[in-house]
């Protein structure tokens, strides 16, 4: 199998797109996708500071790495929540390379001490809501702490197309308007949230992170097994393996109807101040239950 542009051996074929390319034309076109998809959904306006969410895995930190080719003003944050192994000191190296920062929160301040696991079990709740909900709130919290503009988080087209399946097969329609590749900023303490990595396959974010051998950590969420969204997953593959380019028509054709650009209605959170659609944010009912919960034990 040759390159499509320059005949040298291709190392990874796109049959979605009709071609094949080698080591250098594949990360020109990984990198082309990253930025069409910031100029299509309109993520980034000139001088935005962006952060990005780090989990440590294959599709954030080829994020990261992604939008320094690019020449974006961007840093990232791990947070840690007791979830995943992130290889923390390599990427510390490497985003020095770059100048760009690395944080490294420690969110149990803000959960009693308490890791997600240990949470989501107190509360009886499935560990991947907790891990959501706690995930956007303090992001979010970090970015406006620390003036940034923007958090670009490393979705790729096989989460977005498996999201929109669920949300299509149960009609959830308020997640299918708030499941756009950008949600703008509305309330002062709403940082903008992007996905860039919209136009790119699982398999092609995985091979980006090997062959800039990156270093991302290869384990999976030992949380997400059985989730109906690798079920989801593994059906779309199913389709896209017999109709290649059936996963980008999903997406693209959804961003169509549903505006790309959503603007969320906010109020404040009586509690800590953040914006939320209701009267108490999710994270401060959450650390409500966790107080109440965490008093029975002691007791
Ligand atoms: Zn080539
Ligand atoms: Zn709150």
């Known amino acids: 199998m040759k390159c499509t542009k320059c005949s040298q051996t291709a190392i990874i074929d796109l049959p979605q797109h009709n071609v094949a390319y080698c080591e250098g034309h594949f990360n020109e076109y990984f990198l ?3 930025q069409k998809a910031i100029k299509t959904y309109s993520m980034v306006e000139e001088n935005d500071r962006i952060v990005v969410a780090l989990s440590g ?6 994020l990261w790495h992604a939008l320094i080719k690019l020449g974006y003003a961007c840093d990232a944050v791990f947070l840690d929540i007791g979830m995943g192994k992130p290889k923390l000191e390599e990427l510390q190296e490497m985003g020095k390379k770059f100048n760009s920062k ?3 929160y420690d969110a149990r301040a803000d959960l009693f001490g308490l890791d997600i696991p240990k949470i989501a079990k107190f509360l009886k709740k499935p560990t991947c809501s907790v891990c959501g909900n706690v995930r956007r709130y303090l992001m979010n919290k970090f970015a ?4 940034y503009d923007v958090i670009a988080t490393g979705h790729n087209l096989d989460d977005e197309v498996s999201f929109l399946l669920g949300n299509v097969l149960n009609w959830q329609i308020g997640y299918l308007t ?3 590749p950008t949600l703008l900023k509305t309330h002062d303490k709403f940082v903008k949230k992007v996905k860039p990595l919209v136009l790119l396959t699982e398999k092609e974010t995985y091979a980006y992170a090997l062959l800039n051998e990156l270093p991302f950590s290869g384990e999976s969420c030992p949380f997400s097994k059985g989730a109906s969204s690798l079920l989801y997953k593994k059906v779309l593959n199913e389709i896209e393996l017999v109709q290649p380019g059936t996963k980008q028509r999903f997406y693209s054709g959804a ?3 549903w505006n790309s650009k959503t603007e969320v209605e906010l109020s404040e959170c009586k509690v800590c101040g953040y914006p939320t659609t209701e009267e108490v944010c999710s994270f401060c009912r959450m650390r409500e239950r966790l107080k ?3 008093g029975k034990q002691a007791i």
């Open 32 to 34: 082309n996708r990253v």
């Open 57 to 62: 895995g294959k599709d954030s930190v080829s």
């Open 102 to 104: 690395l944080f490294i």
């Open 144 to 147: 406006v702490e620390n003036n």
């Open 178 to 180: 708030r499941q756009s």
């Open 255 to 257: 961003m169509k109807v």
């Open 292 to 294: 109440d919960a965490l």
